[in-house]
């Protein structure tokens, strides 16, 4: 197995999950990671050698961005189980809390705040993946985090005001 091939295949568990928390489905994560790896097998010529994970997840987020364009509407989410259960305390009250804080944002801020937290990419990493200057990034982070520790602190998920630079 060539080099990019190996490089390619050791970023699949990263992939798989960067699509499961974006699209909250794992059949339609499953088939957005397996449509990356298809572009990205048959336009290999176009990955300047070394590692390929940045352009990967790059492919991903168009893939998805253009799956929620043809949709014409948000996507629907899954209700958790047990939501409003009141005998729901600790962390899984708590991590419920930040699923629908998470959700609550934007997209470009909910992308940019899975590819750092979850991810470990560097803010340059992902303004390359988003194709963005890193200023759009920060703000984007800056942004996602305020939301999210607002939601929490005030028990509820506040709506995200759309600006004009996102």
């Given amino acids: ?29 499953d088939n957005l990671v397996e449509r ?11 990955f300047s050698g070394g590692v390929a994970r940045d352009r990967l997840y790059a492919i991903l987020t168009s893939l998805n961005h253009d799956r929620l364009s043809s949709l014409a509407r948000p996507p629907t989410l899954s209700p958790l189980e047990g939501n409003d259960s009141p005998d729901v305390t600790g962390s899984d009250a708590e991590g419920r809390d930040i699923e629908r804080a998470l959700s609550a944002l934007i997209e470009d801020q909910r992308n940019a705040f899975l590819l750092v937290v979850l991810e470990g990419l560097t803010y340059r990493e992902v303004a390359e993946v988003q194709g963005i200057p890193i200023s ?29 630079d996102q």
């Fill in 36 to 46: 990356t790896l298809l572009r990205a097998l048959r336009s290999k010529r176009r």
């Fill in 1 to 29: 197995m060539a080099a990019f091939e190996k490089n390619v295949e050791a970023t699949i568990p990263a992939l798989r999950r960067y699509a499961r928390a974006l699209t909250r489905d794992s059949e339609i994560a």
């Fill in 136 to 164: 759009t990034v920060t703000s984007r982070l800056a942004r996602a985090r305020d939301a999210i520790k607002n939601a929490l602190e005030e028990g509820g998920v506040a709506t995200p005001r759309k600006r004009s």
